[in-house]
């Protein structure tokens, strides 16, 4: 891929694990469809990336929005985000217990395309940039500008149209937003769709920032070898259920193909 090594296209530099700051055991819940998730069990490490994977309809985006509380009816089971039981019963009350998402159709669902790169970036901490029920402007500015220089956005500046960027860098501005409310887990649903190599890859060492400093990941992608290349631990999903887990040293594209599709290795 335009005569770059494979350690160059995935950077992976995985700290050591720390605590479990996500835990499922024995999720079950009915989603929207007849969809549904069945018998989930995993744990997540503080500074881990958890890839989980799958076919079109395995329960990937099923258990990313029961998680933040946007869909699905828990029928057993039980979450812990940071050793606390978590039910939220929408995006809201999963963002302030922790969790926070940067998600697959960021011009439909992540981004107000006619608002500017500013506005965009700090639609997750108005609270704490408010005083006396109005915007502080100049704190506002200030974190702003520190986004820019730390993710490397390339935008004229605060007040540019965040429509008018580049899908890669549309994508940092999500991640810039997701980053402010200081999670303890970021979801990550396809972090690269829709962005050039050299985008991704500055997506990827935003990521290893992010775990280097305690975040712990998951992450979905449809692309194999990405899945294999930025995780530290893959999930592979069939029918709303675990059909496999594999080490970063385990996963091959055989592997996980044969994990969800349900067959047995020889």
């Given at each position: 891929?335009?005569?770059?090594?494979?350690?160059?296209?995935?950077?992976?530099?995985?700290?050591?694990?720390?605590?479990v700051?996500?835990?499922?055991?024995?999720?079950?819940?009915?989603?929207?469809?007849?969809?549904?998730?069945?018998?989930?069990?995993?744990?997540?490490?503080?500074?881990?990336?958890?890839?989980?994977?799958g076919?079109?309809?395995?329960?990937?985006?099923?258990?990313?929005?029961?998680?933040?509380?946007?869909?699905?009816?828990?029928?057993?089971g039980?979450?812990?985000?940071?050793?606390?039981?978590l039910?939220?019963?929408?995006?809201?009350?999963?963002?302030?217990?922790?969790?926070?998402l940067?998600?697959?159709?960021?011009?439909?669902?992540?981004?107000?395309?006619?608002?500017?790169?500013?506005?965009?970036?700090?639609?997750?901490?108005?609270?704490?940039?408010?005083?006396?029920?109005?915007?502080?402007?100049?704190?506002?500015?200030l974190?702003?500008?520190r986004?820019?220089?730390d993710?490397?956005?390339?935008?004229?500046?605060?007040?540019?149209?965040?429509?008018?960027?580049?899908?890669?860098?549309?994508?940092k501005?999500?991640?810039?937003?997701?980053?402010?409310s200081?999670?303890?887990?970021?979801?990550?649903?396809?972090?690269?769709?829709?962005?050039?190599?050299?985008?991704?890859?500055?997506?990827?060492?935003?990521?290893?920032?992010?775990?280097?400093?305690?975040?712990?990941?998951?992450?979905?992608?449809s692309?194999?070898?990405?899945?294999?290349?930025?995780?530290?631990?893959?999930?592979?999903?069939?029918?709303?259920?675990?059909?496999?887990?594999?080490?970063?040293?385990?996963?091959?594209q055989?592997?996980?193909?044969?994990?969800?599709?349900?067959?047995?290795?020889?």
């Amino acid at each position: 891929m335009v005569g770059r090594e494979l350690g160059d296209l995935y950077p992976r530099h995985a700290p050591k694990p720390g605590p479990v700051r996500l835990e499922a055991r024995g999720l079950s819940a009915r989603a929207a469809g007849g969809r549904a998730l069945s018998d989930v069990s995993f744990s997540l490490h503080a500074g881990e990336v958890l890839g989980v994977g799958g076919l079109m309809g395995a329960g990937r985006t099923e258990l990313f929005l029961h998680l933040l509380g946007a869909g699905g009816t828990r029928t057993a089971g039980d979450v812990f985000l940071a050793g606390r039981a978590l039910r939220a019963e929408n995006p809201r009350e999963a963002i302030e217990a922790g969790l926070s998402l940067v998600t697959e159709d960021r011009r439909r669902y992540g981004l107000i395309l006619d608002q500017s790169v500013g506005f965009n970036l700090s639609l997750s901490t108005l609270r704490a940039l408010s005083r006396g029920g109005f915007i502080d402007a100049a704190e506002e500015e200030l974190r702003g500008e520190r986004d820019l220089s730390d993710l490397r956005i390339k935008t004229p500046g605060l007040s540019t149209p965040v429509g008018s960027l580049s899908g890669g860098n549309q994508q940092k501005v999500l991640f810039g937003r997701a980053r402010r409310s200081d999670p303890s887990v970021l979801l990550l649903d396809e972090p690269t769709k829709g962005v050039d190599v050299g985008a991704k890859v500055e997506i990827y060492e935003l990521i290893n920032s992010l775990t280097a400093r305690g975040m712990a990941v998951i992450l979905t992608s449809s692309e194999l070898p990405e899945l294999i290349g930025v995780s530290d631990r893959i999930l592979m999903m069939r029918e709303g259920r675990i059909a496999g887990e594999f080490s970063r040293g385990e996963a091959t594209q055989e592997r996980l193909i044969a994990a969800a599709l349900g067959q047995e290795m020889s």
